[in-house]
């Protein structure tokens, strides 16, 4: 079109020339007529200058461009397609968010966007319903000015990663929630709120229910084993299949008090995050360590070798209940998947982080797919070995739950026929004042 429209502007010019000269000729100055054609070709460019100028000014978004001659109109073709263009992909930009916004609002889980300094730009109804928010007053509200509990602020700082932020709301719902953070472009955060208080309570009935019937068939099972015990003693050597079978039963009732202790224990400890501060006190580890280890000689009829290293400067502040739980469990797993002759190594001491209490083994090891599930309840690697050597497959998730009271965290390093380490970090805080000076080495 543009091309088109030159020709004409040239020939525009060359008409008004020609006109101009011949007139001029006629008035015997060629220059006045030469002139005033171009006087009359720069008032028609400036009319269309204005034309186009008028129309861009225009705020009318489908304000034709005017009729243009020469490479103006080439200009406003090109102003009016850049404009519809855009036009077109703000339009599917404003239904694409509308469409967000109407699947955000139908959600049942809260979905709060927040800006660089924290405060909201944007929630849907569900956040609001379950975190109490005003709408619209609270936006552009600091979010740590309205969501008070102990924690969040740490939760909100620390950017969120992985971590999951729960907490019950303390009004006649009592709701649990769980928010989750996500940072995303320049420093804004998305937070996710869902309400857990169904899987809460289920997970409350569970634990509930397993510690009640671990509870309920202990007496029974003492009965029963009492008695079995009672018949073995009057059992004369006469009956050696009487004799054998009763032998079983007293082995499976040990067995079963063992899984028994082990669920209550767990359930004990799942019911709550956090020991309680009286239950604390400072723990004399390297006695506590020594008192296991000779338990797990005697356990192993000394035929592993068990060295101990412990700092007995530190004052270890822990319920103690609790950590002798984690260091028996650690203690005995190594000893009991070590082949006779094979070597246990013991070690409680400070780390860069706190505390650590390490126990190496060079046992069977296992294959590091297993690692990630070890703390599972009844996950076993070799579900065989772990009966035929009195495990229950409870100890490690005994392990992960006090060590999750404690503030501690374990990590696990093994590999077939190699042996494994396990460590257990504890937060320095875990130290109390006043060390004392002395160490113990045993092997
Ligand atoms: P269990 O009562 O079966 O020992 P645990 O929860 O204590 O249950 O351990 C889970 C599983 O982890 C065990 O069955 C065993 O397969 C594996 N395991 C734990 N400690 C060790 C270790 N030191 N060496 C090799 N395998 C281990």
Known sequence: MGRGEEPADVLLLAILLGAGLALGLGLGNAWFGVSLALGIYLFVCARRWRKLLDWLRDPSPDAEPPALGGPLALVAHRVKLGRDRLRERVNQGETSVALLRESFSALKDGIIILDAGRCIEWSNPAARRLLGLR???????????????????????????????????PDARALTLQVQAAS???????????????????????QDFVGNISHELRTPLTVIAGYVDTLADMLGDDSPVIAKALLQMRQQSVRMENLLKDLLLLS?????????PADEEVIQVCAMLESIRENALTACAGDRRISLQCDASLRFRACREEIETIFSNLIFNAVKYTQPGGSVDVRFGRCDAGVEFVVV???????????????????RVDKGRSTERGGTGLGLAIVKHALIRLGGEMQVESRPGAGSVFRCVFPAERLAEEPAVYAVSLS
Request: hydrophobic letters at 35%; zero cysteines.
């Open 135 to 169: 709408h619209p007053e609270d936006k552009g509200q600091h979010i740590g000015n309205l969501v008070r509990y102990p924690g969040f602020q740490e939760f909100l700082s620390s950017g969120g990663g992985d971590a999951e932020f729960e907490f019950t709301v």
């Open 184 to 206: 995303f472009g320049q420093a804004s955060t998305v937070l996710f709120v869902r309400d857990v208080s169904a899987m809460k309570r289920l997970e409350t009935i569970r």
């Open 268 to 276: 004990r400890f799942e019911n709550s995050d956090q020991p309680e």
């Open 361 to 379: 083994d060079d046992g069977i090891g296992i294959d590091p797919v297993h690692i990630p599930r070890l703390t599972e309840r009844f996950y």
